[in-house]
């Protein structure tokens, strides 16, 4: 691929002058991608500047990409074991010291879901603000959209982006407004910017040569809202390649957020693209394709990729060596990043503690991981949803026949392992609300039932516990066939009741015979309190 990328090259003549420096006539000109805009490139060979350049006496030009995806989380996790942007900080200081040509990046995901986010400050939703803070401080280069982002409001969008210090690219996502289409803005001190589709960085070699870093990103469309427009990805990709390609870029690199399927698409398609840093999926892959690589670290910055670039400006080879960077508690923090993650985390643990005592306090070792993503609460049952829905099923004095929550209250979108603390069953449910126990008849119990079988896909898919069907089709509780006209006991999540997910689900439904509220002394008052007393017996 490189071979026929300098094959190009249009006109190259070196003389050596002594052992150490060499003289070099050079024009930089790249393979474009289609057969048009190398015919209108041809024609343009005769304007292409011949630029005379003192090669110095180490023609190696060195950077740093560092790469983190999917981040939700500012601290660390498992029990403080992995993670945390203040280490993620320190090691990118410690580069940066080195490598003046260092560029932290984060491609996708890191504005929502999270539980910092979902408090309230001075009567505000955090709803990633904590994120922004946290990566100015880190002085980040550059950040992709990611499905995530789009979780906000987009007021709230809003204001992170024109929060952000560091830049943002996206090449297919728009803001829409009925049938207005525009590119995204910044606006700071009354200016309005647009993102823009590709960012290019000039790197100044010896004040006499620049070398050219390309950037350009797309998004994956999984998360349809009202006020955004995804464009087709590979189009878009395509015209972002085509300008980093008339704009002479030396070193294209995809800053994507897209399933890794569509990346390789990507990277099939656009020859001349470097490295694809991506994002999305939350486990770290390195995946040969078309002669480069696409890579993604773990999510929450449990790794982080750090991509060596090293560029030979005599025979303009690049070579790539990526390093999957542990972040672990043997990571120094940046003290300066510390104290901004702090910050939040005492905001944190105020509003945890009035909720539970001690909210870091290890109180389950997971061997095998709990699905805590969107897909699987929302599309089957779970082995975290029958940890969940049987902590309420135990969460009063007297028992119940069974329980149900909706899947869409679950809003980790990751898996849990290893040491998990209470902080984390807050993570999955940030917005709590208490367990309620309903006496309902059969028949409105499989109507309910029925209904959040039929809604796998969307939040309002049930995660249960003692209620299932047979292998006739019969929903069961207990194990015995439910009959329409008994009445049962069912412990439901308050935000059932309401109406919002199931819309015959209210407490005026002749089915619903009575509903009782827990008091501030049982675990049923905060489904996370139900959740942590049930898994601290669990590896009893
Ligand atoms: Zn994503």
Known sequence: MKQQRFLLSITKEIEIENENEVKMKKSIFHTPYSILILLSAFLLVTSCKTKKITVPKKNVVTIKLLQVNDVYEISPLSGGKEGGMARVAYVADSIRKQYSNTYLTMAGDFLNPSLI????????????????????AMKFDLAAFGNHEFDLKEHELQERLNESEFTWTGANVFQKNGEDVRVFHTIKNGDSLPISETITYDIDINKEY?????????????????????????????????????????????????????????????????????????DNMYVPVNGIHVAKADANAKT?????????LATETLDINSELVPITNKTPSLPTVQAVVSKWEGILNKELRSIIS???????????????TDAGGRGKQTNLGNIISEAMSVSFDTPVDGALVNGGSFRLDDHLEGDITAVDVFR???FGGDVLKVEITGELLKETLDYGESSAGTGAYLQRHNLNKNDKNVWLVQGAPIVSDQVYTIAFSDFLLKGFDIPFLTPDNPGVKSIYKPTAFEPAFDIRKAVVDFMKTLNQ
């Open 117 to 136: 986010g979902t408090l309230k400050v001075d009567g505000k939703r955090v709803a990633g603000r904590q994120m922004v803070e946290v990566m100015n």
């Open 428 to 430: 999955v449910l940030p």
């Open 358 to 372: 001690n909210p870091n306090e290890v109180i389950y070792h997971a061997e095998t991981p709990l699905d805590g």
């Open 304 to 312: 982080m990729y750090v991509h060596t670039l090293t560029y030979n």
């Open 210 to 282: 620049l070398l050219r870093l390309g950037f350009f990103s797309v998004c994956i469309d999984s998360n349809p809202v009202d006020y955004v427009h995804y464009a087709d990805y590979m189009l878009e990709a395509g015209s972002a390649y085509a300008a980093l390609e008339s704009q002479n870029t030396d070193i294209i690199v995809g800053l994507t957020h897209l399933s890794i399927e569509q990346d390789k698409q990507v990277a099939e398609a656009f020859d001349n693209i470097d490295l694809i840093m991506g994002g999305h999926e939350h």
